[in-house]
């Protein structure tokens, strides 16, 4: 049976270290940025402790383990990412410091530093279970505030404290040039969002969980010509025109699959003959000439519903282009999954896999639709 490596409190510490001094270069509100540069020639500049430390290629199993408890904490809180392994560095030099000390005064020197270092990290267990949470409210709430919902929701500008908590947070992370910046865009985006909810840890929940879909990437720009757009924005243009350009309600459905019924499918096998000695006139033609007609009655039934705007996961054949041209109807095709899915969030409809299973409780009322120019893109 092979041996269990040990692991040494020195090894830990140095392994440790290491994130300490990439992680302190951007600590604080005078830290500094971190340039990553990969081989493809990628760039990346952050002061995030979670994207810097998920940035680094880790060898070693002991820091990779650092890193995924880092990464781990600041999925649960948010925050705190650069600041758990400054503790943590903090830690372990306390903890080889007072073991040092009881070795000068035992014969089997690491065997007293091991058994002094395992008490001490039971303590601190111990301490962290039984007694952090009552120090932490006697010492550190007291100097703190409380941010109510009213304070994000009001019209009038945002609670102080709010706002300074948000300043705090956008330090850690942006340049101090972008962040009063990006607070008071942060201030009118929950404002906006959790004025028209009345939950605010759900309104919380959705955004965070929902972000990158959310969030559009314009290149080209500075950071300061960032905005708000009202609306979901989808990232794929028309394939048909779109006429209307003032905003009313329109009605739209959404396709995760073909509106046009297909000859084959992935993994179908297509058999010709036979005992009746099946025909290409009698077979293909005829089936091709089915589709159309099925086209032209999903077509007409969606019209019947009063929907202008079709949403496809999928490239659609160019009859369906056609007939949805001809029909007055806006179609994009090719949308995300994850478009897609927040769409299904935001309106309350389910994707529609077969055009013949369109039902009016899958129709969705949109306040408006237009195109949108975001840099080059439309």
């Known amino acids: 049976m092979q041996e269990l490596e040990r692991l040494h409190l020195e090894h830990v510490l140095q392994s440790v270290s290491a994130l300490e001094s990439i992680i302190l270069r951007s600590f604080g509100p ?71 000390k009881e070795r000068l005064h035992n014969s089997t020197a690491a065997a007293a530093e091991a058994a002094t270092a395992r008490h001490l990290a039971d303590r601190l267990l111990e301490f962290a279970l039984t007694e952090l949470d009552a120090l932490i409210a006697l010492n550190v709430l007291p100097h703190g505030s409380c941010v109510s919902p009213e304070d994000i929701t009001a019209k009038a500008p945002p609670n102080p404290s709010f706002q300074t908590l948000l300043l705090s947070f956008f330090h850690t992370r942006l340049g101090n040039v972008h962040c009063g910046f990006f607070r008071d865009l942060m201030c009118e985006l929950l404002s906006r969002w959790m004025g028209k909810s009345g939950q605010p ?9 929902n972000f990158p ?11 300061g010509s960032s905005r708000l757009i009202e609306g979901q924005v989808i990232h794929r243009d028309f394939a048909t025109p779109w ?33 009746e000695r099946v025909t290409e006139d009698t077979s293909i033609v005829d089936f091709s000439s089915w589709t159309e007609r099925s086209l032209e009655s999903i077509i007409a039934t969606l019209q019947s519903f009063g929907v202008s705007v079709l949403l496809c996961a999928l490239k659609q054949s160019s009859a369906a282009l056609a007939l949805a041209a001809q029909a007055g109807m806006g179609l994009v095709e090719c949308v995300s999954e994850e478009e ?20 009016p409780e899958h129709v969705a009322t949109l306040t408006f639709c237009k195109p949108l120019l975001l840099g080059a893109h439309r």
Request: hydrophobic share 45%; charged share 15%; with cysteine.
């Open 340 to 359: 897609m899915s927040l769409f299904a969030q935001l309106s309350g409809v389910t994707p529609v896999s077969d055009g013949w299973g369109v039902h």
């Open 201 to 209: 840890s759900s309104s919380f929940r959705f955004l965070d969980n």
């Open 243 to 275: 006429p209307q350009q003032n905003r009313q309600p329109v009605k739209a459905a959404v396709f995760s699959g073909y509106l046009q019924p297909r000859l084959l499918t992935a993994g179908d096998v297509l058999e010709l003959g036979g005992e």
């Open 30 to 100: 005078e830290g500094g940025q971190v340039l990553f540069a990969r081989d493809t020639g990628q760039v990346m500049l952050s002061r995030s402790g979670e994207r810097i430390l998920t940035a680094l290629r880790l060898e070693h199993p002991l820091a990779r383990m650092v890193v995924e408890c880092v990464w781990k904490h600041s999925t649960i809180t948010g925050d705190g990412s650069k600041t758990f392994v400054l503790l943590l560095a903090s830690l372990l030099r306390m903890i080889r410091a007072t073991a040092a």
């Open 213 to 223: 879909a959310l969030h559009t990437q314009v290149s080209g720009f500075p950071a």
